[in-house]
């Protein structure tokens, strides 16, 4: 059924396959007003596209976004934004040898068994390659909440196999091709990643995210709490398989009066909670992580079966990341955008000027 | 705005409060015809409730089920089915002294500034008490995944503080208090919440919850992917802080050659992915950890602040757990029953006749 | 699938069979800090009632409603509303005999093809009682638009049969057990319903609802315009067959420079749109009609089949109104104001400070 | 808030202006495996197309579509189908004279008070030409009902002025500029046509609509009722201001004893509930009717205001139908094709091989 949308008023709706004609993406309940030009998105775009650096993959789309509509004189409308990237590289011929096998780790059997029939070529709609408009509307998601509620959206990379980055220099993101905030990481990050091409096999990563600035208040419980949201939007990420809000799983072991964040008439005291008490913002930054699994796009040749279920050796060529997380720096930062934009909106609807108390947002 | 429904075929909304009147659920969307009594959801119930041992609170409810609609000479009709527990035991002067505090790392604050009013007795909305009604409505989606597709729903404790269970044998799960899988490891856990209970604190909890039987074909791509409800549905719990998909976090470190599932003529080699690829459903074992948090409420004084701002100790006396993870093993499993019902039935309203090669399911 | 929420963020959910333990609704969405009792809703159940007048059926129903959570202290908290009405007054033996019986012009037929299984006593939940739950739900809309916004939604008989009431006084409504707004005609409607009354006969009915003060801005082009929203929530009443928004079907007739509603420094000087301009509340007065069948619940015989699809002459006892267009008139109230109350809070949200020339509402 | 989508399962959203660079649509949860191509669209786009006869807006738009996505080897793949139209004939300056004033009948004012900021090109986002995107969509469900089912959807002009419309014969409705079912009544509406265009008026228009072939059994009650839902995508059109289903507005004058269909074993007698009992398709023809206002575009001088409040005439000049009713046929067909699917998939999800009297569909 129908599964390609996010949000309840401020709804992302997108189409496409990797080698297909287009991507697109429509923006529903963008509030009027916003200025707004391809150019906002475009350095979001550019951030997670291929090609930038030599440690991604080396298939090169320039992904120029295109405003089709919702946006008049430079400004939103109010109405709904089309968004279209045409698809320029589509070199079908690589994927034409998978038209029949299920490569393992892959999304090629499942999408079979739902559907009986799948785009083939470069995984389809099961690509990567479909967060391209993810990113182009969290761009606008972006923009609003920095713009009038001066909240401001990072990601880092925490972790890539067994180097971990535990110092966070937020003026380095930017300053390498790892959106590593450590840059006495940096030289390790990139032999690993020298290996593993050697090598033909790929990695796993883990990505940090915070939202600063965020309003208290934020949240609808008991389903539709914050943080279930942020979960639902960060794990429908391509080869994400873990998300931890605040201290994560390190919880496990914890006492409750270590975790619990004490209060001063100053503020809190810790952020054991990553900015969510009872489903609803706290006013404290946002913090989550996320684990990508390595990918399965890799030279080492592996096991699996065919179409009429015989066993098939499988090694998959082409233009591929030893490191997906690398590039999904920005999509995380885009999903949690769409993910504040939408419950901002949901707050800013029920809440009224009845309850004299309310702070309002 | 509207939070309290999950769910898109097979929806579930709940209201109550934790001293309210009642709580009250309406599952709509079940199909006609499942044999339906009380009975079938008072056992996961009685699995959930408070007092039904010396581990956890000793507050007793006794959380009897009334259904309401929806049902007619013992089966479902596939209308709305209205589900009703009166609350007994309301002992609201426990609570009158935190009016004007916010307990840390309770929803006391945020709920507050939120709303600008709030049910502070026992919690209110924010209750642990609420996810009695998802117990409820998750026992009519494991019973309908049972009787019609064979599915099996089942969650443990996997770790308490430092407390790791690694062996799982099925047969023990119910045989002890704390739904350990491991009988040997039975004592440490009880030397843990004893101790915790004389210090007046509290420890958080690993719990792993399994589907066996799920047929291939379940979730819908790209934002709703079966492992990104999964995420929503039980990052929604209270006090969950993360949830992990198959290898979760574990994946961080891993190759692309070692996580990828080799597949074979007889099935998948391994199960990295916890039987999900692309976002949908691989026919192998769903796998699924999700961590939560030490309680809160804890005779350990803390410190915080009332509605005015000014400082004080907070003490949370009442009849509270050690470990809240121990409850939630009931609770784990109805929410991934919820998903999975849903996903089932949006599946089978998209898929037709018309591709000959899809499996029915 | 789940067909009993309307609403988007102020959502209504409802359960309850016609001969079932109780009939049931959860309000989502209900902004905070409104005050809130169960008298609120009371008045408009009693004027739904059946048994309060000669005309109208004399099955009994106290319906009472009872607040089961989201008020604490007497005002709305944010949190979600349950409401419950218990049946006191179920004589199932009444409708044993339509068991196997599909009695013409009701529900019985669609309902065991679409389900295969049905609650037979008393049209189940295909039974006029269960708007119950939308008066009450409507109520609490009602009360919240009035008071923060000034808006007034009222209903009135418009016709019935060949009686046509044209003159409307508003304060003759409540004066007559018709909601006649004009005096005159009271005696013409009391013969017709003795006359069918006395024939065993029904009648069809129009009903006109208004609502105004509605502020200019409210309804989201372009499906879900305010208009078709209306129409939607208007149609889904049982016996609705038309519904018209404004001038409606008479607009087939009319020339462009007589329909459209020419505007003056002053404001608009006609109301021939009824209050609606391109799916959005320009206003003026929102004004709708709705058609209402003659109930098929008469004495006088009529031909159907039963389970077997053997024929049967059908006969249907019982008490039921001659004209259930009577007591519809507080239900399309309430169906009015749950939609405006959802694009009210639908609008906040989307519609921020960021563009300067826009009216706040 | 996003008001750009309608259906559940079966989900059409949609984005573009009057004279923006493009029309798009999202199709998602087509089930997989059907045959589609762009001519498939394009019959009915033309059939709504402006320029196509002398009695309808000069304006020539070749309105092509494109499939960007979800269709591969010419079937569906179950993946979320793009459309684009792109916008050829865009005469901006035929509108700049409107950009200020509130054109009288015009969604003008209310998109200006609603939003702050409005694309005044010819109407932008509420211009008619935003239904060239539903004919499309609708002509994929069309395709899908007529093979999977059998189901066929047919529209024709039932009145237009006061020329009414009472024979239909269904091989005439193609064979005139009207889609006039009736071939004695096409000089009448030739001449009412001519007519009004000299004197630079319009006219209003009533269409029918019918469903043949339904399976009984779609729609879900309470709400979402079949008739409900219908009601809600007519009255989304442009200009409609009334719906009615089978008898509609005539029903007010029925008694029970004449409006029930009786059964008997070989079916139906009569179809007076234009086919939906309780919300619920009973297996006769659908029949609704829609009314649609004389379009305010016109050369008869109006008067109305401009942004700053005073007095002025307005002349609109341009390219406009004399009754946009004509054009509104595919439209109306399109409408009732989206939600017949949408409650197809829906019927389906949620009925299973449980209750074993069910008729499959």
Redesign the interface.
Known sequence: ???????????V?????SH?????C?I???????ALTEADMQHDLDRRRPGTSKYTTQRREPDEV?????V?EG????????L?IENTDQRSKDYSNIKDT?R????D???????????YRGG???SAR?TAMRVAAGAVAKK?LK??HGIEIQAYLS????VKIDQVDWSQIEQNAFFCPDASKVDALDELIRK?KKEG??????LTVVARHVP??????????L??????????I?A??????????????????????????EGF?TN???GV???????QDIVAHL????????T?P????NRQ???VEVVTKGRHDPCVGIRAVPIAEAMLAITLMDHL???????????????KI
Chains 1, 2, 3, 4 share one sequence.
């Open positions: 059924m129908a599964g390609n949308t996010i949000g309840q008023l401020f709804r709706t997108t189409f496409g396959e297909g004609l287009a991507l697109g429509i529903d309940g963008c509030p009027p007003g916003l295109k405003i089709l509509s919702g008049f400004q939103t409308t109010g109405t709904s934004i089309g279209l299920f393992p780790g892959h999304a059997y499942t999408y079979h068994q739902k559907y009986g029939v799948r785009d389809g709609r099961s479909e609003y713009q009038v972790q890539m196999g067994d593993l096999d790929s990695i796993g990563a883990k208290v208040g934020l949240g609808e419980p008991v389903f539709d709490r943080d279930a949201d942020i979960a639902h939007s960060l794990m429908s391509n994400v398989k873990g998300v931890e809000i605040g201290d994560g799983f390190d919880v496990v072991q914890q006492r409750g009066s270590e975790h619990r964040d004490e209060m001063t008439p005291k054991h909670a990553g008490l009872g489903g609803i913002s706290s006013g684990a990508l699994k390595p990918t399965s796009s890799i080492v592996g096991e699996s079966i279920g015989e066993t909106l949901r707050h800013r609807g029920q809440n009224s000027g009845v309850a004299t108390e309310t702070p």
